[in-house]
């Protein structure tokens, strides 16, 4: 799950509006699993999950449908990526969280090629380590580079006023007066800024402003962390059949019928549509399925 592991922590944050809920998030999904963090800013919760828990949630929860764990994690990846790309246009998905007890279950709603589809991420609280390697120490290291922004600033800022002085000297003169600006205080500066731009800085809100502004610099801090770890572990090259996937542009699934269960479902959920089974590994034509009438538990 090492790959899951870095492919999260190189996303960026996202902010998603779930009813009252603001939240962020980020996903990674990959052909043998996913890995989710979700935090409402006084908590962070986490699911990862391999291809058996793929399978198995996916059985209770579309008792009828049926397909490879790559087809279930394919539809996920086009239903999540429009949420945390752009929270007001969520696409055709529902979602919706329930906090119980101290998880957090993120709820998808959807369907999938004409049938219902239904998905319940379980996350728990993610461990210490987990919350100071995605959220502690990228933003520590966000920090210190922000510093480190502001100082060559504040050099560059004092070498133009070097050279306006050495222009003026030499009998420049500006052509439009409003262009003049006074030699640069860096204590004067930071008194000002502290008192007038402070307190806006500091409103973090409901994250949105961290997750909108800072995704480039919060990817650049994480990927220099990877490169360093790296450099101490003889990793090799990921497969190219765990990349990330691309986007979808059809949904694979299934291409033939089974008898209707009988036993109970776990969870609740329709249970009108016929059921269908996977078909190879590779991304199966959709077949129509004709709709039988169910007897027993429906009947």
Not at 230 to 246: I, L, N, R, Y
């Amino acid at each position: 799950m090492e790959e899951l592991e870095q492919g999260l922590l190189m996303q960026p944050w996202a902010w998603v509006q779930l009813a009252e809920n603001s939240l962020l998030a980020k996903v990674y999904i990959t052909r043998q699993g996913y890995a989710l963090l979700v935090s409402d800013l006084q908590q962070v919760w986490h699911e990862q999950v391999d291809t058996s828990v793929i399978s198995q949630r996916a059985k209770e929860l579309n008792k009828r449908l049926t397909a490879p764990p790559e087809a279930f994690l394919c539809h996920l990846d086009d239903l999540l990526r429009p949420l945390l790309k752009d929270a007001s246009c969520p696409g055709t998905a529902t979602f919706s969280c329930d906090h119980v007890e101290e998880a957090l279950i993120l709820r998808v709603r959807s369907e999938l090629s004409g049938l219902p589809f239904y998905w319940n991420f379980h996350c728990i609280l993610a461990s210490p380590s987990l919350v100071s390697q995605h959220l502690i120490r990228p933003l520590m290291g966000m920090s210190l580079a922000l510093q480190c922004q502001v100082r060559d600033l504040t050099t560059l800022l004092h070498m133009k006023d070097l050279e306006i002085q050495d222009y003026q000297e030499s009998g420049a003169t500006l052509s439009r007066d409003r262009l003049k600006t006074e030699p640069f205080e860096e204590n004067s500066f930071l008194e000002r800024f502290m008192v007038e731009k402070l307190p806006e800085a500091c409103s973090v809100g409901d994250g949105r402003p961290f997750a909108t502004n800072l995704q480039s610099m919060y990817m650049a801090v994480t990927r220099q962390a990877i490169q360093v770890g790296q450099k101490h572990h003889d990793a090799g090259d990921p497969e190219t059949s765990s990349s990330a996937f691309s986007h979808r542009t059809d949904n694979q699934l299934l291409n033939q019928v089974e008898e209707p269960v009988s036993s109970t479902p776990s969870l609740p959920g329709p249970e009108t549509e016929p059921t269908v089974s996977s078909g190879p590994m590779q991304r199966p034509q959709l077949l129509k399925v004709k709709r039988k009438k169910l007897r027993g538990l429906f009947s």
